[in-house]
């Protein structure tokens, strides 16, 4: 009778593996703690529908925006060090989710993963809050008569706040970030914002945990990263095989639904799709090919797929390297200048808020304004995905244009100032706001169309990948800014001490390292434009 009463889910279970109850799991419950999760870590955001994103960009945020000043206030380094730390951990982090979107896929599924590295998230900033506590972790104050003798970290410190950033990179992840906590960090203390960052993230956990028993799950799909590697793998294992004389000999899964016809192009590839006598022997002793020496068709069609998207997605890396800026060298500019409305101080990583700020208003006014034009027209759909990434890359040209100018006039005041040894110029830091709203009406445009494009051109059976190349241009964007500096520093350090990223913002010329990142980023936005006009979309 009991049994009769049950309403099983088809496909879904529960915390035990078994068949999902409909009666007992899922449901309002399970919603409530799943937006509770959200809303813990983001408390006093408004936008709880944007679910994990908000939840790991409080505590991702309220660091990274304010990491340099940080490195440079606290421990004293270098201005081209701290950016350079400062996205190697942002690039290091977003390479790691492509990590945790294997094991979420593979081994642990989504439910575990997420638990598992909430908790590490929570233990990583409780460290990095008891690390900025402690005396000992941190080189001694400058002392403001003589600032050029300020003693930098040294490597047991760096190493001990490398460490624990780290950890807490491995369970990444705004607005509330980059204003409040922030603030808190600034004026009140580093461990203080550190602490409440662990706090939510903790009370975050546990109320994510807390559902285990009412979550309906899914079994784990498997990786299109795994897949891909199988094909390609495969491929090379049989690099020697000759192609048979009639392509029906070629494999192709039986249990296969939705099946693609075999192409000529990257004809390499179709070697993982070739049956030799090896394969047979596998197949009778598992009644299952091994996937790492034998392929469908269909999935060597769809890695090809893949491979059509790469133009389009390496054109887009460099937005990311200019986004990048905005909590690097930026929030340095910003904390020479003048910041003081009344006789409140804006902190100098605040100011990223008006980014964030014309991001949420460009998509306002796309949505409200410009759609319902469009929908009177024949162009009804909006913007195309490519003319969306199109305008993201342009507006990040404008913006280092205008960096590049703004900093000049910053650099001019430096050199005609009187304060020769004061660490704020006569100068208003709202000088910087074009280039952060710039940049952040350019993130509106190409988050929406690289997440839109590489969606939508994912083949069907690795939809998930879309989400992935997505991730890795920002990761790489973030280390091309690495690379970048160091080059910069090598070429320009050796011409009699004139380094574009001098020790001191203000005896270097950064005006010039934005224009070369104006240059470059024309450079790619032509590059773009040629992929984007030969680009044929996926079938």
């Given at each position: ?320 390297t200019v986004y990048t800026q905005m ?80 900093e000049r006039k910053r650099l001019s ?73 160091e080059i910069v520093r090598k070429v ?48």
């Amino acid at each position: 009778m009991e049994e009769n009463q049950r309403q099983l889910v088809s496909d879904a279970i529960d915390y035990k593996g078994n068949p999902a109850d409909r009666t007992a799991s899922g449901g309002i419950s399970s919603l409530v703690l799943y937006v509770l999760y959200n809303q813990t870590t983001s408390i006093f955001q408004i936008y709880a529908c944007s679910g994990v994103e908000l939840s790991e960009r409080l505590t991702t945020m309220a660091i990274v925006v304010n990491l340099v000043t940080y490195l440079v206030g606290t421990m004293h380094l270098s201005s081209a060090t701290s950016s350079n730390i400062s996205t190697n951990f942002g690039g290091t982090s977003y390479m790691l989710c492509l990590l945790g979107g294997i094991l979420a896929d593979t081994f642990l599924t989504r439910y575990r993963t997420i638990a598992i590295f909430a908790v590490i998230n929570a233990v990583g900033t409780c460290l990095l809050a008891v690390s900025t506590g402690l005396p000992k972790l941190r080189p001694p104050p400058c002392n403001p008569a003589r600032s050029n003798e300020c003693v930098e970290a040294n490597s047991l410190q760096m190493g001990v706040y490398s460490f624990v950033l780290s950890l807490y990179g491995i369970g990444l992840g705004t607005l509330l970030a980059v204003t409040v906590l922030v603030y808190i960090q600034d004026k009140v203390g580093r461990s203080w914002g550190y602490g409440i960052c662990s706090g939510f993230m903790l009370l975050a956990a546990f109320v994510f945990v807390s559902g285990t028993k009412k979550y309906r799950y899914k079994e784990t799909p498997g990786s299109p990263v795994i897949q891909i590697l199988q094909v390609l793998v495969a491929a090379i294992r049989k690099r020697n095989v000759k192609f048979p004389s009639d392509i029906s000999r070629l494999y192709e899964d039986p249990a296969q639904e939705l099946r693609l016809s075999q192409t000529n192009r990257l004809r390499c590839l179709d070697k993982a799709t070739i049956i030799t006598s090896k394969d047979n022997k596998t197949s009778e002793a598992s009644l299952t090919p091994n996937p790492w020496g034998l392929c469908s068709v269909t999935r060597v069609e769809e890695v090809k797929m893949l491979t059509g998207v790469l133009p389009i997605w390496a054109t887009t890396i460099i937005f990311w390297t200019v986004y990048t800026q905005m909590v690097s060298f930026s929030v340095q500019q910003a904390l020479t200048m003048e910041r003081s409305v009344g006789n409140f101080e804006i902190p100098a990583a605040s100011f990223n808020v008006f980014m964030i700020g014309s991001i949420m208003l460009t998509l306002a006014i796309y949505d409200r304004l410009i759609m319902p034009l469009f929908r009177k027209t024949r162009y009804s759909h909006g913007l195309t995905s490519l003319q969306k990434i199109g305008l993201g890359l342009l507006f990040s040209i404008i913006a280092m244009v205008g960096a590049a100018l703004a900093e000049r006039k910053r650099l001019s005041v430096a050199k005609t100032s009187s304060r020769t040894t004061a660490l704020i110029l006569p100068v208003s830091g709202f000088l910087l706001l074009p280039q952060f709203i710039l940049v952040g009406i350019g993130d509106a445009f190409i988050y929406a169309g690289q997440l839109d494009f590489f969606i939508t051109e994912s083949p069907r059976g690795m939809k998930a990948i879309g989400t992935g190349h997505f991730l890795a241009t920002i990761s790489l964007g973030l280390f091309l800014s690495t690379i970048l500096v160091e080059i910069v520093r090598k070429v320009t350090g050796t011409n009699d001490g004139h380094d574009w990223l001098a020790h001191r913002i203000n005896d270097g010329r950064l005006d010039l390292f934005y224009g070369l990142l104006a240059v470059l980023s024309l450079i790619n936005l032509e590059l773009f434009l040629l992929c984007a006009k030969m680009y044929k979309p996926n079938p």
